[in-house]
């Protein structure tokens, strides 16, 4: 009955207590500027584009069109600030422009661009985000994991000829058959490479086609051909 009692006093600690607590609320403004930015969200790799802001007074809806100074900016995925521009001065009637060259797009990402604009005594900002990708049109998951399956198959090809011709050097066995194999996981690994670079610059699958070309290049066309010539050697000196 006691344990009963206790239990009854600390529940109504503990909704006053919740009860006390002030809700969240969000700051609404009532003066200010209001900024759009219309804009396509999904860019090409190295292409240039045109960012526009257009500015409006919250209370009253009017465009605005002198007095004010607008800046963007630019930052990769990491937040890292990639571009900086002002302008004070529209175009086209209504526009704040910022002309952002395609270097700043040189992977296939997420960015964001953030607009603020501002007077002596009112201001606003807004932001959008923008995709970039290899062809300017959006990827979908399913051909993304189909390119990471085929990049773990080429590895694993890559690693399967690697001990086939491992083996065969250590019987000193090596034959033509030894040379295509290696030649070929390598030739194969090296025309993905190419193929992501131009159609799918995607990080992870170039860093591991690139890895493969730095590491077996030495494994898959050095060694296999100095373990053929071992091999005529020996089979020369047994006859």
Not at 131 to 147: C, S
Request: charged residues 15%.
């Amino acid at each position: 009955m006691r344990k009963l009692f206790m239990f009854m006093i600390l529940s109504l600690f503990l909704i006053t207590l919740v009860s006390a607590v002030k809700p969240i609320t969000e700051i609404t403004f009532t003066e200010g500027y209001n900024l759009k930015i219309p804009i396509d969200n999904i860019l090409k790799i190295g292409q240039d584009f045109e960012f526009e802001v257009h500015v409006y007074n919250i209370s009253n809806g009017m465009p605005i069109t002198s007095g004010i100074g607008c800046y963007g900016h630019l930052y990769d995925y990491t937040g890292h600030h990639i571009y900086e521009g002002y302008d004070e001065t529209v175009s086209h009637n209504f526009d704040y422009s910022f002309q952002i060259a395609g270097a700043n797009f040189s992977k296939s990402d997420v960015y964001s661009f953030i607009a603020q604009c501002n007077s002596s005594t009112l201001g606003g900002y807004n932001g959008e985000e923008v995709i970039v990708t290899p062809t300017g049109r959006e990827i979908k998951d399913n051909p993304l994991i189909f390119f990471m399956f085929i990049s773990v198959f080429i590895f694993l090809g890559l690693l399967w000829s690697l001990y086939k011709i491992l083996e065969d050097l250590a019987a000193v066995e090596v034959t033509l058959n030894t040379l295509f194999i290696g030649f070929s996981a390598y030739i194969v690994n090296l025309a993905y490479y190419y193929y992501l670079t131009n159609f799918m610059p995607m990080d992870l699958l170039l860093d591991l086609s690139l890895f493969g070309i730095t590491v077996f290049g030495i494994t898959h066309l050095f060694i296999p051909l100095v373990g053929l010539i071992f091999t005529w050697i020996k089979k020369g000196n047994v006859q």
